[in-house]
């Protein structure tokens, strides 16, 4: 191999190792910014837990607090149409309960049919 070639070579591997550690300690730097930052939010989130259970214990807010209702701007023949449909919802449902009880205490003294043989038995007669 010539001297000039050599030289060469060795010019590029002492750049590309020079390059490498420079990536290196880039990567490191990273990493220690990242750590400081994961840090800090750590920080941060148990002094707000802090406040948050010391604000509890004086002062104990609801915990479902409920938003009130929003009035329907409806217009009075509106209000009457749906007057009307929900009382006849609620007559159907209350006709409905009032037939299953008494469906329910006219078949426990309904006699029940004699069970019918099959028309088809499998041994063919």
Do not use: C, H, Y
């Amino acid at each position: 191999m010539k001297l000039k070639n050599l030289r060469k070579k060795i010019r590029r591997l002492e750049k590309r190792l020079q390059e490498g550690s420079r990536k290196l300690a880039r990567l490191k730097q990273n990493l220690q910014v990242a750590e400081a930052a994961k840090a800090m939010k750590a920080a941060r989130k148990s002094a707000a837990r802090a406040t948050a259970a010391k604000s509890s214990t004086g002062a104990t807010k609801p915990s479902s607090v409920k938003k009130p209702k929003k009035k329907l701007n409806l217009s009075p023949e509106r209000r009457a149409q749906l007057s009307a449909a929900m009382k006849a919802r609620w007559a159907a449902k209350r006709a409905a309960q009032a037939n299953a009880k008494s469906d329910a205490a006219g078949q426990d003294f309904a006699q029940r049919p004699p069970p019918q043989p099959p028309e088809n038995r499998p041994d063919g007669a």
